[in-house]
């Protein structure tokens, strides 16, 4: 496949797709709850997810494409190529009006590693794209994560655990870390975090509990701007975003040495 073409249609279609989501942006949102009242969709996630997934599944009809909202297109899942789409990452903020979020597409093989990755980001017009093995660019332009090489000195985003009986053990490490930090924020789309983290706005971002559509964009891109991305136990290979840590590289022993569990944690 030529991955270089891909890309290029790619980034047309989830252009298209931010026009889509800024149409709504700004309004009274109708939330739908999914599983709890803190996962929630808007009429705009379905709208934008089914432009995205019908564009996709006629630009390659031989890619099985996923959506976050439940919708699938193009060949079927035993196909050699998968799209994992976000029409809206960070629903929560879209529906306050919030200007962080954004859409997300990852292009992987059938092992889930991805060779493709783009997360717009449609207020400020900024596209991040990777393809693997050919950098990571912002608006065509190449990007790289930050030198950061001291804890004191970074800012890092994170996610808050509502798991019922790990979050206290995941949220345990927030408090610990957060006054050795220059700054630790709490952002609410892990596509952009991990593109902000390639682009060396953030040092580093560490969430758990994502989906593949959450993060695997992101996980090019990071990797492509030549940060590293591992579980909580270090492990790079066959990341699901049960527990995500992404980096500058120059950071990520650290922030290991953070994130494992205290015993005095454990539940
Ligand atoms: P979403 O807005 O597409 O749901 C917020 O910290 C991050 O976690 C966002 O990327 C958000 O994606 C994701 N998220 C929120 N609820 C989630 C859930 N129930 N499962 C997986 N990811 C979730
Ligand atoms: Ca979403």
């Known amino acids: ?83 994992y789409i976000d029409p809206i990452d960070g629903t929560s903020n879209y529906a306050a009006s919030l200007p962080f979020f954004s859409v997300s597409m990852a292009l992987c093989d059938r092992e889930m590693r991805p060779l493709l990755g783009l997360v717009l980001n449609p207020v400020a017009g900024e596209l991040f794209s990777a393809r693997r093995g050919g950098g990571a660019t912002l608006n065509g332009a190449p ?19 509502r798991h019922p009986v790990h979050g206290a053990a995941r949220n345990a490490p927030i408090l610990r870390l957060l006054p050795r930090t220059r700054g630790l924020r709490w952002l609410g789309s892990s596509a952009l975090e991990l593109a902000w983290v390639a682009c060396g706005r953030l040092d580093g971002y560490f969430e758990a509990g994502l989906s593949p559509w959450d993060f695997l964009g992101g996980l090019l891109l990071l990797r492509e701007a030549g940060g590293r991305a591992s579980d909580y136990s270090g492990c790079e290979e066959g990341l699901t975003g049960a527990e995500l ?9 650290a922030l290991l040495q953070e994130l494992r569990p205290d015993p005095a944690d454990l539940p």
């Open 245 to 253: 840590l992404a980096s500058n590289g120059h950071l990520h022993q």
């Open 143 to 161: 990007v790289q994560v930050s030198p950061t090489a001291s804890l004191q000195n970074a800012i890092l985003s994170c996610g808050y655990s």
């Open 1 to 83: 496949m030529d991955l270089e073409a891909a890309l290029e249609i790619a980034g047309v279609i989830i252009r298209q797709a931010g026009a889509r989501a800024l149409r709504s942006y700004g309004q009274r949102h109708h939330e739908v709850s999914k599983s709890s009242v803190f996962d929630i969709a808007t009429e705009a996630d379905r709208e934008v997810e089914a432009y995205l997934v019908a564009a996709l599944g006629e630009a390659f009809p031989e890619h099985h494409v996923v959506g976050e909202e439940g919708g699938h297109a193009g060949a079927p899942a035993s196909a050699d190529f998968h799209w």
